[in-house]
């Protein structure tokens, strides 16, 4: 029996999970970029003689996919996932911390909770409350994902302060939206999963190097070690499924024909290609929109963060990293901030944004006050996740199209994730699956992680 071909379509980790789980189940793998580099959202690049990820990616213990992936790659290393202890620091120079107790959860964080200081006694205890009802959300109950988290919150009685300084806290980062104006199911999943139904789900972990040494440099020396074929630079001009046996895709004028196609780009770029044949809904695609992250890099002349990471309430910094020894910083101190949910910084010029953000900095960090800036910059991702707001979960296939051998990937899909790198590895090994036993593969399929 000859070999199958399954063509991956996008170099992001989806693509790169999809192909390399092919690959290792004995498939020839055929991945096609359209960019000159692999790691889809997740990148890096040389700016102003530092290394620099296009932001700070974080994951967390319960992303079994992705941990999975990096184990795969060999990258553990190259990543820290310490035990959950946050610093949440707020402008009056109060400090509090979430961190996860040795009892079991929910009440790993109870204690936490009980001290955050940013809130009152009596809100932490509604807090506390509002979280055990979120925890028995259906979270694929249509009439879930049709609120948005901030209105759900309003109607359970949380206060406008608490909504600001405890649940968007949680939510902006995940879901690249602030609370008000996030699907109540994606929240809930983020919480459920995250803190809710193991004690250390929720530790957070993140890149101790660049991010190209974390994933694009290590798949692509994997998959060229099982003999895949991988191109860069090579956009694709259209998907043909018109034989539904042998789907292809026309890249720089060459028809590459396949066993199982998957398509893992990004969702408007898949609304573009998909032909009818598919039977995607491909306006709901493109309603799915985009929410932007802008990432402030700030190279102070000495150190002013204390710990490894920050987050930051009652003011526009939200959370704070210290990227100086994976930069290759020698002196100073190098922090990258993420802004997600971003709209109001898109487009403002480098002056504007330090105006603003240098006092921020002041107001958090005493130290910095008399510290030297010497270099200040931008990042902006204006499509870094589709927009996670209330309806969107029928908007989002499965792997699955009407073509019997096309197949979908990426974070945008149903993996029941946020768009996160844990939902992107869940739509490849979904996608990978899928592909094989359309290619009527003699081995057995690889597990789709939880």
Same mark, same amino acid.
């Given at each position: 029996?000859?070999?199958?071909?399954?063509?991956?379509?996008?170099?992001?980790?989806?693509?790169?999970?999809?192909?390399?789980?092919?690959?290792?189940?004995?498939?020839?793998?055929?991945?096609?970029?359209?960019?000159?580099?692999?790691?889809?959202?997740?990148?890096?690049?040389?700016?102003?003689?530092?290394?620099?990820?296009?932001?700070?990616?974080?994951?967390?213990?319960?992303?079994?996919? %992705?941990?999975?992936?990096?184990?795969?790659?060999?990258?553990?290393?190259?990543?820290?996932?310490?035990?959950?202890?946050?610093?949440?620091?707020?402008?009056?120079?109060?400090?509090?911390?979430?961190?996860?107790?040795?009892?079991?959860?929910?009440?790993?964080?109870?204690?936490?909770?009980?001290? /955050?200081?940013?809130?009152?006694?009596?809100?932490?205890?509604?807090?506390?409350?509002?979280?055990?009802?979120?925890?028995?959300?259906?979270?694929?109950?249509?009439?879930?994902?049709?609120?948005?988290?901030?209105?759900?919150?309003?109607?359970?009685?949380?206060?406008?302060?608490?909504?600001?300084?405890?649940?968007?806290?949680?939510?902006?980062?995940?879901?690249?939206?602030?609370?008000?104006?996030?699907?109540?199911?994606?929240?809930?999943?983020? /919480?459920?999963?995250?803190?809710?139904?193991?004690?250390?789900?929720?530790?957070?972990?993140?890149?101790?190097?660049?991010?190209?040494?974390?994933?694009?440099?290590?798949?692509?020396?994997?998959?060229?070690?099982?003999?895949?074929?991988? #191109?860069?630079?090579?956009?694709?001009?259209?998907?043909?499924?018109?034989?539904?046996?042998?789907?292809?895709?026309?890249?720089?004028?060459?028809?590459?024909?396949?066993?199982?196609?998957?398509?893992?780009?990004?969702?408007?770029?898949?609304?573009?290609?998909?032909?009818?044949?598919?039977?995607?809904? #491909?306006?709901?695609?493109?309603?799915?929109?985009?929410?932007?992250?802008?990432?402030?890099?700030?190279?102070?002349?000495?150190?002013?963060?204390?710990?490894?990471?920050?987050?930051?309430?009652?003011?526009?910094?939200?959370?704070?990293?210290?990227?100086?020894?994976?930069?290759?910083?020698?002196?100073?101190? %190098?922090?990258?901030?993420?802004?997600?949910?971003?709209?109001?910084?898109?487009?403002?010029?480098?002056?504007?944004?330090?105006?603003?953000?240098?006092?921020?900095?002041?107001?958090?960090?005493?130290?910095?006050?008399?510290?030297?800036?010497?270099? /200040?910059?931008?990042?902006?991702?204006?499509?870094?996740? /589709?927009?996670?707001?209330?309806?969107?979960?029928?908007?989002?296939?499965?792997?699955?199209?009407?073509?019997?051998?096309?197949?979908?990937?990426?974070?945008?899909?149903?993996?029941?994730?946020?768009?996160?790198?844990?939902?992107?590895?869940?739509?490849?090994?979904?996608?990978?699956?899928?592909?094989?036993?359309?290619?009527?593969?003699?081995?057995?399929?690889?597990?789709?992680?939880?």
């Amino acid at each position: 029996m000859s070999v199958p071909h399954v063509v991956v379509v996008g170099g992001g980790l989806a693509g790169l999970q999809a192909g390399l789980a092919c690959a290792d189940a004995g498939a020839r793998v055929s991945l096609f970029e359209a960019r000159p580099r692999l790691g889809g959202a997740t990148w890096s690049t040389t700016l102003e003689g530092l290394n620099v990820d296009n932001g700070q990616h974080v994951f967390l213990r319960c992303c079994t996919a %992705y941990r999975s992936f990096l184990e795969r790659l060999g990258v553990t290393d190259r990543v820290q996932l310490p035990r959950l202890s946050v610093p949440v620091a707020a402008p009056d120079g109060r400090r509090a911390w979430l961190r996860r107790n040795a009892l079991p959860a929910p009440a790993h964080l109870a204690a936490s909770v009980l001290r /955050f200081a940013h809130l009152p006694l009596s809100e932490r205890l509604h807090a506390g409350l509002t979280a055990r009802h979120m925890g028995a959300l259906d979270l694929r109950d249509p009439a879930v994902d049709a609120q948005s988290l901030g209105d759900w919150l309003a109607a359970r009685g949380e206060s406008d302060a608490a909504i600001e300084r405890f649940w968007d806290l949680l939510v902006r980062a995940t879901l690249n939206l602030p609370a008000r104006e996030a699907s109540l199911s994606l929240a809930a999943k983020v /919480f459920q999963t995250g803190l809710l139904e193991r004690a250390d789900a929720g530790d957070v972990g993140w890149a101790r190097v660049p991010l190209d040494a974390v994933h694009a440099a290590p798949a692509a020396a994997a998959l060229a070690a099982r003999g895949a074929r991988v #191109c860069t630079r090579a956009p694709i001009e259209g998907v043909d499924v018109a034989n539904p046996e042998r789907p292809a895709v026309r890249a720089d004028g060459e028809r590459v024909e396949a066993d199982a196609l998957i398509l893992a780009v990004t969702h408007d770029v898949a609304a573009d290609l998909l032909p009818d044949a598919a039977g995607v809904d #491909c306006e709901g695609l493109r309603k799915l929109g985009a929410s932007p992250i802008v990432n402030l890099h700030v190279v102070f002349d000495r150190r002013v963060l204390d710990v490894p990471f920050l987050a930051a309430v009652d003011s526009p910094l939200q959370w704070i990293f210290d990227r100086s020894e994976a930069s290759g910083l020698e002196r100073g101190q %190098y922090l990258a901030v993420s802004l997600s949910g971003a709209e109001p910084w898109v487009g403002r010029s480098r002056a504007d944004l330090q105006r603003v953000f240098l006092p921020a900095f002041h107001a958090l960090l005493p130290a910095s006050r008399e510290a030297g800036v010497e270099r /200040f910059f931008i990042t902006c991702e204006r499509a870094a996740t /589709f927009r996670q707001a209330p309806g969107t979960a029928a908007l989002r296939p499965g792997p699955r199209t009407q073509s019997p051998r096309l197949f979908l990937a990426g974070a945008w899909t149903d993996t029941g994730w946020p768009a996160t790198m844990e939902g992107a590895c869940l739509s490849g090994l979904a996608a990978s699956r899928h592909a094989l036993a359309a290619a009527s593969r003699t081995a057995a399929s690889p597990p789709l992680a939880a």
